[in-house]
């Protein structure tokens, strides 16, 4: 049987939970075991798919198109386990489906309640395909103390009871604040949190304090003491220069040798952490830096586009160069002609263009994908980038200036951008309903692409046939395909059979490639995603167009 890690966090939100449950999966992976890792988020959406990403930071997609909270990211990228849809539960799912069972007719007439039937599906939900790991880390969302956070704690209450003490743990992630005027670091916040967990019957196990500096001995015993746990449980969250640094340092607080014992099992072998030491030694001692513009809409908020932001540092990992990463919101370009295009994007290295949805922002996509053309700039358009890479070449060089994507002008008569109703994904027709409700309407997960033998992306990955993770609503409309070619922009990847472009490359550049799907949710420290180490090496050595 599996054995279960609740990661619970309090004080404030932010403090890297969803971190510390993925370093606890990496350090144990290097004790040799299997992991598995699942969040519980306890709003009332069913999936983050329809939140704004300045409100939720960006919406990670598993391959079996799930839409699910961006910590699942983090979790593939420190373990490398792919997620599925079982491991996102939010309070909305769990309801919907009560709700559904309800009207089945399921409960036989009872009353439904929160305790029983809500907790029993979380329940249900947290244990669903856990038989063949050793470990199942479950990241519970929000801080105790939230009213929509109880049923999950009531859950993970009752599971403890259920499966053995010996068989669950928990971890509570807290702040241990330093007062500048009293000059100490401050317990308290993480006595009071603790008590909060105890209130609903849960004892923590391992305490991990985030700290800006270190705790000393006495703020130990003081937390040991006052919040029930042995001083050697009082773990020390320090900040630490890359986040890849986060299972070394966890490592040595001793925080997977305490998790081992109190399961019984082998503490004194050491992890093999050699992975995590040569990550972080490139990150830490590059050999040179390159710096990229990400010219996108949802730039205020570094978290709307956090699986891209990593992978661009796997491409560094790649190369053993730093990427130094300026966000420019798109709008900018709209206006400034090209003393802006000159003051910002006149000393990068490297220019992509992002995902995003709804038009604002568009026309100074277009812009900055035009300068990174004429000037020989290597360029990386991702699904609404590549879409406008395609609008670039249709509006600039193919002279259809009314080009457009229905997603902005649906009465447009140039529609080189489009929604398509039916598509296959294997053998499988799919089907969505333009005026369907809005979690239905997306190409979402994994689809194969077939690559054009002999091309630059072929080469790049090293074969013809990739899958890789889509979430978008439109399409490039393949009937402009010839007439791209014209202009040098070249399909070189479609679905299987040849309806949906997938990628464009052009021939006539040193490094210019739009994909429609996101490679950067396939990207992992450990194995920078191809196109993203390609990219930044074409940065390194980009001979740009004055
Ligand atoms: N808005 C575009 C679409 O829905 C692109 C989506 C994206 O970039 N993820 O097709």
């Given amino acids: 049987m599996a054995r279960f890690i609740f990661v619970t966090g309090g004080v404030v939100s932010s403090l890297g939970k ?4 993925a370093s606890i999966g990496a350090l144990l992976q290097a004790r040799g075991y299997k992991v598995l890792l699942r969040k519980l988020e306890p709003y009332i959406n069913v ?36 997620t599925t849809c079982h491991d996102a539960i939010s309070t909305g799912r769990i309801y919907s489906e009560v709700i559904t069972k309800e009207r089945r007719g399921d409960y036989l007439g009872a009353t439904v309640q929160v305790i029983p039937h809500i907790t029993d599906e979380i329940k249900r939900s947290i244990l669903v395909n856990s038989e063949d790991v050793d470990f199942v880390i479950i990241e519970i969302g929000g801080t ?8 999950f704690l009531e859950a993970l209450r009752q599971l403890r009871n259920d499966l053995g003490f010996n068989n669950t743990l928990s971890v509570h992630v807290t702040l241990v604040p330093y007062i500048p005027t009293a000059g100490e670091l401050k317990t308290k916040p993480t006595q009071h949190s603790v008590k909060e967990l105890q209130s609903k019957g849960i004892q923590p196990d391992i305490l991990l304090c985030r700290s800006d500096r270190e705790i000393g001995v006495e703020e130990r015993r003081k937390l040991a003491l006052f919040c029930n746990i042995k001083p050697e449980c009082v773990i020390e969250g320090l900040d630490v220069p890359t986040i890849y640094q986060v299972p070394i340092s966890y490592h040595q607080q001793g925080l997977d040798t305490e998790v081992c ?11 093999d952490l050699s992975i ?3 990550i972080s030694s490139a ?3 590059p050999e040179g830096e390159v710096t990229i513009a990400v010219v996108g809409k949802y730039t205020s908020l570094v978290d709307a586009y956090k699986s891209l932001n990593e992978a661009l540092v796997h491409g560094g990992i790649a190369n053993r160069v730093k990427v130094n990463l300026e966000w420019i919101d798109a709008e900018e370009f709209e206006e400034g002609g090209q003393t802006a295009l000159i003051e910002k994007l006149g000393h990068v290295h490297g220019i992509l263009v992002p995902g995003g949805f709804g038009k604002r922002g568009t026309d100074g996509m277009i812009v900055a994908i035009e300068f990174a053309r004429k000037r020989n700039i290597p360029f990386f358009g991702i699904c609404l980038g590549m879409q ?35 598509w296959m994904r294997g053998e499988l027709l799919q089907r969505h309903q333009a005026d369907g409700d809005m979690g239905g309407t997306m190409r979402v997960g994994a689809y194969d692409c077939a690559m054009t033998k002999g091309s630059k992306v072929a080469e790049i990955y090293g074969k013809d046939l990739i899958s890789e993770r889509h979430r978008h609503r439109y399409e490039v409309n393949a009937t402009f395909a010839e007439e791209l070619e014209k202009e040098g922009l070249r399909v070189t990847g479609t679905s299987p059979d040849g309806e949906l472009p997938e990628i464009v490359e052009r021939e006539d550049h040193p490094w ?29 050595h980009q001979e740009r167009l004055i």
């Fill in 18 to 21: 969803g971190l510390t449950a």
């Fill in 47 to 82: 999936d983050p798919g329809t939140m704004s990403p300045f409100q939720h930071g960006e919406v990670f997609v598993t391959d079996d198109g799930a839409e699910t909270d961006l910590d699942l990211g983090h979790y593939e990228r420190f373990t490398g386990v792919t």
């Fill in 144 to 151: 105790v103390g939230d009213i929509e956070g109880l049923p």
């Fill in 261 to 271: 014992k109190h399961f019984g099992l082998d503490a004194l072998t050491s992890p």
């Fill in 276 to 278: 995590w030491e040569k």
């Fill in 283 to 285: 990150v830490k001692k």
């Fill in 388 to 422: 406008m890479t395609v609008l670039e070449a249709m509006r600039n060089m193919a002279g259809l200036e009314a080009a457009d994507s229905t997603e902005f002008n649906e009465k447009t008569n140039a529609p080189v951008i489009a929604m398509l109703t039916e």
């Fill in 512 to 540: 210019f490639v739009a994909v429609q799907f996101h490679p950067e949710f396939k990207s992992r420290p450990f194995k920078p995603h191809p196109l993203f180490a390609s990219f930044i090496e074409a940065a390194i």
